[in-house]
Structure formats: C-alpha cells, structure tokens
C-alpha cells in the first residue's frame, strides 16, 4: 500500500471515529508500527490531525477544515468523477461560476476543453483554465485566503454581484442535512452565498461523505440548490428526501 493510500485509509478513520491508534491501524493496513508513527508525523505536519501519545485525534471541527494539499488526495478520482459528469450538465457557451476547494479545482479542470464564459473562484481554478483556448476567462477580485487559494472578500463578493451566471457550480465543505451546505469559514460562505444569488441554476457537487459533516457557516438550505452531483456513497433517505422536494439528483 503506498503512502498515498495510507494517508487515505487514515483520514477516513479519524473522520469516523475522531481518534486513532498506532497498533489498530498498524494491523487494519498490514504495515509495521513505525511506518504509522511516520505516516501520522507526516499528517500532523501538514495540519491534517494533531499527534498524541499512541495514536492522533482529528481537527476537523465545525470552524476549521483539512490542508487544501490533504484534501487534494482524498478521493481524488472520486472528486474527478464527480465533476466531469457535472461538465456535461453545462451547455457550450453558458456563462458559468467555479467554487473554490479541491473539488472546484477538479471542475474547473474538467471545463477547461468547453467553449464557455467562466469566473473561477480560486487561484487553482484560475490555473486550470487560463491555458484554455475555449474559455472566456473572468477573473474576480477579492483576497486570496492562504493556503487555500479561495477568493474571499468584498471585492469577489462585489466582483460576482455585478455578473449574471446561467449556472453556479458550488462546492462545499459539509452538507448534514440539519444544517444545510455550509462551509468552514464566514468569508467563504459569503461568496458562496453571493454566486447563488447571480445564478439562474446551482449545481452542487457533493460526495457522499459531506452528508455526515458539519461546519460553522451556513450558505444555503440542501432543499435550495438546483441539481445536486454526488456519489453511491450518499445516504438513500436524504437523496430521496430531495428528489421530493423538486432537487434534481444524479448519482455517479
């Protein structure tokens, strides 16, 4: 099993159970003791778990989020998936809205070969299309929140403000259905809340993990988006609950 993988497995296990043990993942992944200790030292250093005696507790709480670098390799062709299947949603020539995160980065990439107008909302995103020969790149105003790359501020919020999008391709950090999308910091939400607001339609792109998260600030209800893009992985009750409410919903 490469490092990668590990890495995974791990992420998974504190998400689960908000602790681990050296010896218990030592054992599930089949590896010895100090290849755990390094893999948890090298997460740690990252800022993806915090290291105590025997083993590491998680630090995703509802006002902060994993590393844009740790986040980019978990479930990285699930996040691919997800949004090459949301590009075919999007006709040529639409004038499209690209969140920020991992997930928009992988969109924005998965865009880059189509004949659209796009304003990208991350520095990620902005590198994935500014090669394009297709893309009618906007580029918003607005700070760049580190080491996330997102665009945040009310230069992006008055940068989308003044546009009208046909679709809003949103990302988000959890989306319980209690609480709704929301992400884990208030600027953030802001500019997702304000790309909804010049959107005709939202397109939500959401594995199935993001259902059992939660996060401090709320963008809008589940019941709010317009399609919603997500993997087997989603719970069956909350995607049939939406399909009610009038949400389109592809599973992939």
């Known amino acids: 099993m490469n490092a990668e993988r590990r890495h995974k497995e791990i992420l998974e296990a504190l998400h689960r159970s908000g602790r681990v043990e050296v010896p218990e993942l030592a054992d599930r992944l089949a590896i010895s003791t100090i290849t755990i200790r390094r893999d948890l030292d090298h997460l740690a250093l990252v800022g993806a778990l915090r290291r105590v005696r025997g083993g590491a507790v998680t630090t995703t709480l509802r006002g902060e989020g994993l590393p844009f670098e740790v986040r980019a390799i978990d479930d990285a062709a699930l996040k691919a998936r997800l949004a090459a299947f949301t590009a075919t949603l999007i006709a040529d020539g639409e004038a499209v809205v690209i969140d920020s995160g991992t997930t928009g980065a992988a969109a924005a990439t998965a865009l880059a070969g189509r004949r659209i107008r796009a304003m990208p909302l991350s520095v990620q ?37 003044g546009l009208r999008f046909d679709t809003a391709v949103l990302t988000c950090c959890a989306a319980a259905p209690d609480a709704g999308v929301t992400a884990y910091d208030v600027n953030d939400a802001a500019v997702k809340q304000a790309i909804r607001a010049s959107s005709a339609r939202t397109v939500l792109i959401a594995e199935g993990v993001k259902f059992t998260r939660h996060a401090l600030a709320v963008v809008c209800p589940l019941e709010d988006v317009d399609v919603l893009v997500t993997d087997p992985s989603a719970p069956a009750d909350v995607l049939d609950h939406l399909r009610a409410a009038g949400v389109r919903v592809e599973v992939c």
């Open 125 to 161: 995103a902005i590198a994935a299309l500014a090669g394009s020969p297709s893309v009618d790149l906007i580029l918003p105003g607005g700070s760049v929140r580190k080491p996330e790359g997102t665009l945040v501020g009310p230069l992006a919020e008055k940068s989308i403000a």
